[in-house]
């Protein structure tokens, strides 16, 4: 089975930088997502880790230590747009690929 | 464009009635997924499916019904012994393997009359 933890909420303040993080417990590992979900519609994919180190999008960028089952999402230059929750989730190496989310973290951007 | 397709977008229900959710996907994508999500949670699995007429229970798969007859759709059905089904419903579909993300539908809110 798996288990992925991620805080419930976090608050940053408009152009700083935050980061969320993500520890996951699995059975197997085969890559993670970070996704973005407003309030009321789909999420959206943000990257994907499936080697460790470091991801850069633009503003965004995602971390995974596969040994430590631990990712994080860092944003950079926060925006107010930026407010929303953001979900972390592991995708299993069976032949099934099931995909598992965790609870998301809700971030507010306040001005 | 391709996409996926997610009907209705808001839906009642009555006690002890059956309801079916549609997703239908033009992305040629192997994998669908159903996931539900309560207010202030993340999504939890329901079924998911890799090829046709093969699908797999997830997490919570208690009080649902699912089937893969073509690539394209994957409808869900809430039965009567899902006791508590209000929620909201997203629909995914993956290529299903390495770093290919899942694109989700706009999702199905349903609600108990």
């Known amino acids: 089975g798996q288990n992925i933890d991620q805080p419930t909420e976090m608050t940053a303040t408009e152009g700083a930088i935050v980061q969320i993080n993500c520890t996951y417990q699995?059975?197997?590992?085969?890559?993670l997502f970070w996704y973005q979900q407003h309030a009321g519609e789909a999420p959206t994919f943000l990257s994907y880790n499936v080697l460790d180190g470091l991801e850069e999008k633009g503003r965004f960028s995602s971390f995974l230590s596969r040994s430590k089952g631990y990712s994080y999402l860092l944003l950079k230059e926060l925006q107010m747009k930026d407010s929303a929750s953001y979900l972390c989730a592991v995708r299993d190496s069976g032949g099934y690929q099931k995909v598992t989310f965790g609870t998301g973290t809700k971030l507010q951007v306040i001005p | 464009d391709g996409g996926i397709t997610q009907s209705p977008k808001y839906l009642f229900r009555k006690e002890g009635q059956n309801v079916t959710l549609s997703c239908e996907q033009n992305?040629?994508?192997?994998?669908m997924y159903w996931y539900r999500q309560d207010p202030g949670q993340g999504l939890r699995l329901i079924y998911y499916?890799?090829?046709?007429?093969?699908?797999q229970k997830g997490d919570i798969a208690e009080g649902y019904s699912v089937s893969r007859e073509k690539k394209e759709s994957f409808p869900l059905t809430v039965t009567s012994a899902q006791k508590n089904p209000t929620a909201f419903y997203l629909c995914?579909?993956?290529?299903?393997?390495?770093?290919?993300?899942?694109?989700f539908g706009d999702g199905t809110r349903l609600s108990i009359l």
């Open positions: 995914a579909s993956s290529t299903g393997t390495g770093r290919w993300p899942q694109h």
């Open positions: 499916s890799q090829i046709v007429n093969d699908f």
């Open positions: 992305l040629n994508h192997d994998a």
């Open positions: 699995t059975s197997g590992f085969n890559g």
